[in-house]
C-alpha cells in the first residue's frame, strides 16, 4: 500500500488531519506526531512538518519517484489556521484515524475520505450549548461557595450568556471586543438580577456565570507545549490566555462601573462568602461533576466522555477540599496535588476510552482554575482598592502556577505505567 501512494497525496493528506487538529484545540505535539505517523505509514519518510499555533508548514521530498522527467519531486504547502470553536471530538476523530492507518486497515483515499466527513461533523445542537453553559455556570457557583439561589441565578444567567455568545458574539464581534462583551453582559445580568433579589451572594453568581468565558484551551495547551519543549507555541498560547483573562476582567470592570454611574456608587462587596446549603462535600463532588461535564459539552467532546470527565473533575475537586479542609494544606499545595492527580486521572481515562487525554484534562481541571481569584482581584482594583487587589492577583497567580507543576509533573511519567501500548494516549 504505501509504495502505491503519491508522496504529494500522503502529504496532503497529513496536512488535512493537522489542519484538523490544530484548529479544534489539539497540543503542538499531537498534531506532530500525528502527521508524522500518517506519512510514515504511507510510506512517505522524508516529511517535515513545522507546526507553530496558528499555522502548520508541510515540506516532503520524494526519491526514486519516474515522474518530472525522471527528477526529484518535491512537496512545500504553508497554511494559517485559526482557532475557532473547540470541537475536540474531531480531535478524537482524527486521534483514531491515525492509529487505524497506522494499523493497516485504512487505505489513502478513505483516510481523504474520513476526514472530510470529520471536518463536516456538526457542532453541539444549539439547544446542548445553551444547557451547557447554565449547568457550568450554576455548578461552579455552588463549586465556589454560592447557595441554592445563586445557583439557579447563574444557571439562567449561563443560558442569556450562551443566547448572546451564539446570536451576537461568534456573528458579529472580533475576539477581544467579543471577549469583552461576553463578561460585560454576564457580570450586568448578573449585578440587574442580583438588584431585583434574584441571588443572594453578588459574587457567587458573577464567578460562576463567568466560567465559561474562562480560556481553558489555550492555557492547558499552553502549559503542555512548554513541557513538550515547544516553548514559542507554549508561550504564544498562554500569552492569547493571559489576553483572554484580561478582556474577562475588563468587562467584569465596565459592569460594575457602568452601575455605579447609574446608582451613584459601586456596590460595596465584603469579601467571599461560603453558603452552608452547598458546603458539604456530597454537594461539592455532585457541583464539580455537574459543571465538568458541561463543560465538556462546551468544549464540544463526545457525549460517551461526559461522565469520565465529570468524575475526573470531581475527584480532583474532593482531593483539594480534604487537603484544605481537613489535612490543613495551603490552597496552592491542595491545588498541586489535585491537579496532578486529575492528569493521572485523564492519562489513565485516555487508554480505555481510545482518547487523547487532553480530552479529559481540559474539562477535569476546570474546578482548580482560580475564577474567584481573578473575579476578586478585578473588583477591587475596580474599587480603587489596591492592596486587596494585589493579594487576590497574587493568590491566583500562585494557585495558576500549581496547576501548571502538576500538569508538568503528571506529564513527566511515562506512558508504559499507563498502558503497555500507545494505541490511546
Same mark, same amino acid.
Given at each position: ?89 474531531? @480531535?478524537?476523530? @482524527? ?81 477581544? @471586543? ?38 481553558? @484551551? ?208
Amino acid at each position: 500500500m504505501a509504495q502505491q501512494n503519491d508522496f504529494a497525496e500522503v502529504l496532503e493528506v497529513a496536512a488535512e488531519a493537522g489542519h484538523i487538529l490544530l484548529e479544534n484545540g489539539a497540543e503542538i505535539s499531537r498534531v506532530e506526531d500525528i502527521m508524522g505517523r500518517i506519512a510514515s505509514c504511507y510510506g512517505v519518510d522524508s516529511g517535515n512538518f513545522f507546526v507553530l499555533s496558528n499555522g502548520i508548514f508541510t515540506t516532503g521530498q520524494g526519491s526514486k519517484i519516474t515522474k518530472s522527467g525522471g527528477q526529484t519531486a518535491t512537496y512545500a504547502n504553508v497554511e494559517f489556521i485559526p482557532l475557532r470553536s473547540i470541537q475536540l471530538s474531531k @480531535v478524537v476523530a @482524527v486521534n483514531r484515524l491515525s492509529y487505524d492507518i497506522a494499523a493497516g486497515r485504512t487505505t489513502l483515499a478513505e483516510a481523504r475520505e474520513r476526514l472530510q466527513r470529520i471536518r463536516q461533523t456538526a457542532p453541539k445542537p444549539i439547544w446542548e450549548q445553551m444547557l451547557g453553559s447554565a449547568l457550568g455556570a450554576a455548578g461552579f457557583c455552588a463549586v465556589f461557595g454560592g447557595g441554592w439561589a445563586d445557583c439557579l441565578a447563574a444557571l439562567v444567567v449561563g443560558l442569556l450568556l450562551m443566547v448572546f455568545v451564539l446570536g451576537v458574539t461568534s456573528r458579529y464581534l472580533s475576539k477581544i @471586543v467579543g471577549s469583552i462583551g461576553n463578561a460585560l453582559a454576564a457580570t450586568l445580568l448578573c449585578i440587574g438580577f442580583w438588584r431585583v433579589g434574584f441571588g443572594a451572594s453578588l459574587p457567587n453568581v458573577i464567578i460562576g456565570a463567568i466560567m465559561p468565558l474562562i480560556p481553558g @484551551v489555550p492555557f492547558v495547551n499552553g502549559v503542555r507545549d512548554l513541557a513538550n519543549s515547544d516553548y514559542l507555541a507554549g508561550f504564544t498560547r498562554l500569552t492569547d490566555a493571559m489576553l483572554s483573562f484580561f478582556c474577562i476582567a475588563v468587562g467584569v470592570s465596565l459592569a460594575f462601573i457602568f452601575d455605579g454611574q447609574l446608582y451613584g456608587g459601586m456596590i460595596s462587596l465584603g469579601g467571599m462568602t461560603v453558603s452552608p446549603d452547598t458546603a458539604h462535600l456530597l454537594w461539592q463532588a455532585l457541583a464539580a461533576f455537574i459543571g465538568t461535564a458541561a463543560f465538556a459539552v462546551l468544549f464540544g467532546v463526545d457525549r460517551e466522555h461526559y461522565v469520565a470527565s465529570g468524575f475526573i473533575g470531581a475527584v480532583g475537586w474532593v482531593l483539594y477540599l480534604l487537603l484544605v479542609r481537613w489535612a490543613g494544606a495551603t490552597p496552592t499545595a491542595a491545588t498541586l496535588a489535585a491537579a496532578t492527580l486529575v492528569c493521572l486521572l485523564s492519562r489513565m481515562a485516555a487508554v480505555p476510552y481510545r482518547s487523547p487525554a487532553q480530552v479529559f484534562l481540559l474539562c477535569g481541571i476546570f474546578p482548580l482554575v482560580p475564577g474567584a481569584g481573578i473575579f476578586w482581584f478585578t473588583y477591587y482594583l475596580t474599587d480603587g482598592r489596591f492592596d486587596l487587589s494585589s493579594h487576590s492577583g497574587w493568590a491566583a497567580v500562585k494557585i495558576a502556577i500549581a496547576i501548571v507543576l502538576g500538569i508538568i509533573l503528571a506529564m513527566e511519567l511515562p506512558q508504559r505505567l499507563f498502558s503497555h501500548s500507545r494505541t490511546a494516549h
